[in-house]
């Protein structure tokens, strides 16, 4: 951060009371850096720490396991001198897992919906329904957040494990616009160990979302006919929640998933996606009895 080529007015590190060297490593770096402590509480209470602190009219996030490229700043500063008006800003980036078979990949090749964006310029699409059909920002490390929008949203929610920059965003969208830059602008690093790899709980946490926006938010959805489209995402992540399982080898609670999803969101969309999805799985059962049979068969001798 320090070595940004657009210098940041002030640098805050909110150290959840780690245990390592971080404040023996901190004393290099004087008052160059503002280091604030909390009792561990997670991500959320850190951020919300730094929000509450922060002096500058911009927020930039930065999670302890990320790497901006020396650009970021400067690249984004940019967009906004180019969009005053703009309260959110975020970037594409690069996904790097070590343990990932595909290598790195940009976040924003792998969006479902990527053709519903236009980039660099503020979104001409309603910035919550493309949220809703996707988590299109990807981390909090790749968005500039003005602090005017910081204090008319509040704080994060704490009681979100993993998606709670998901919840955060979300609330965003209904006070600002967005402009998402088509450039990648950092190194978003996971592993095994992080809570992205976690992908049945980031699922669930993920539903939980969805389900407190929709009732929070139901005038504004039924209002701007987003109503289904919120209903159907929580559907897709139901059904994404009982893949995960099946992958894992218990068909079983995969099923019941299934079945539980299509109970609780009954709508046509629904319903076809719970076809093609179980369809799909039985069709895997099939196939792989055919060859565990095919296996056990005698082989036939020769001479």
């Given at each position: 951060?320090?070595g940004?080529?657009?210098?940041?007015?002030?640098?805050?590190?909110?150290?959840?009371?780690?245990?390592?060297?971080?404040?023996l490593?901190?004393?290099?770096?004087?008052?160059?850096?503002?280091r604030?402590?909390?009792?561990?509480a997670?991500?959320?209470?850190a951020?919300n720490?730094?929000?509450?602190?922060?002096?500058?009219?911009?927020?930039?996030?930065?999670?302890?396991?990320?790497?901006?490229?020396?650009?970021?700043?400067?690249?984004?500063?940019?967009a906004?001198?180019?969009?005053?008006a703009?309260?959110?800003f975020?970037c594409?980036?690069?996904?790097?897992d070590?343990?990932?078979a595909?290598?790195?990949?940009?976040?924003?090749?792998?969006?479902?919906?990527?053709?519903?964006?236009?980039?660099d310029?503020p979104?001409?699409?309603?910035?919550?329904?493309?949220?809703?059909?996707?988590?299109f920002?990807?981390?909090?490390?790749?968005?500039?957040?003005a602090?005017?929008?910081?204090?008319?949203?509040?704080?994060?929610n704490?009681?979100?494990e993993?998606?709670?920059?998901?919840?955060?965003?979300?609330?965003?969208?209904?006070?600002?616009?967005?402009?998402?830059?088509?450039?990648?602008?950092?190194?978003?690093?996971?592993?095994s160990?992080?809570?992205?790899?976690?992908?049945?709980?980031a699922?669930?946490?993920?539903?939980?979302?969805l389900?407190r926006t929709i009732?929070?938010d139901?005038d504004?959805?039924?209002?701007n006919r987003?109503?289904?489209?919120?209903h159907?995402?929580?559907?897709?992540?139901?059904?994404?929640?009982?893949?995960l399982?099946?992958?894992?080898g218990?068909?079983?609670?995969?099923?019941?998933?299934?079945?539980?999803?299509?109970?609780?969101?009954?709508?046509?969309?629904?319903?076809?996606l719970?076809?093609?999805?179980?369809?799909?799985?039985?069709?895997?059962i099939?196939?792989?009895?055919?060859?565990?049979?095919?296996?056990?068969?005698?082989?036939?001798?020769?001479?």
């Amino acid at each position: 951060m320090i070595g940004q080529e657009y210098p940041a007015h002030e640098i805050l590190l909110v150290d959840d009371s780690s245990t390592d060297a971080t404040p023996l490593v901190l004393d290099d770096y004087g008052d160059r850096i503002v280091r604030i402590r909390i009792p561990h509480a997670g991500v959320s209470a850190a951020r919300n720490a730094g929000l509450r602190r922060a002096s500058g009219d911009y927020v930039a996030f930065l999670d302890h396991d990320d790497v901006w490229f020396k650009t970021r700043l400067k690249k984004q500063a940019e967009a906004i001198l180019k969009y005053p008006a703009i309260g959110f800003f975020c970037c594409d980036h690069i996904v790097s897992d070590s343990h990932a078979a595909g290598g790195d990949l940009a976040h924003f090749s792998r969006l479902r919906n990527k053709k519903q964006i236009n980039f660099d310029a503020p979104l001409a699409g309603d910035p919550f329904g493309l949220l809703l059909r996707e988590h299109f920002v990807g981390t909090a490390s790749a968005v500039v957040l003005a602090k005017e929008t910081a204090d008319k949203v509040g704080e994060f929610n704490p009681a979100d494990e993993i998606s709670q920059d998901y919840d955060y965003w979300l609330r965003c969208a209904r006070v600002t616009g967005f402009v998402v830059m088509s450039e990648a602008l950092l190194y978003k690093r996971t592993h095994s160990q992080s809570l992205s790899a976690d992908l049945v709980g980031a699922f669930n946490d993920h539903r939980t979302v969805l389900s407190r926006t929709i009732e929070r938010d139901g005038d504004y959805l039924r209002k701007n006919r987003l109503w289904d489209t919120a209903h159907l995402e929580l559907a897709r992540t139901g059904y994404a929640i009982g893949n995960l399982w099946f992958e894992k080898g218990d068909k079983k609670e995969a099923f019941r998933i299934y079945a539980r999803t299509l109970r609780e969101h009954w709508a046509a969309r629904s319903a076809a996606l719970f076809l093609f999805t179980v369809f799909k799985k039985l069709c895997r059962i099939a196939f792989l009895d055919r060859v565990r049979r095919a296996s056990k068969r005698p082989q036939r001798g020769g001479v």
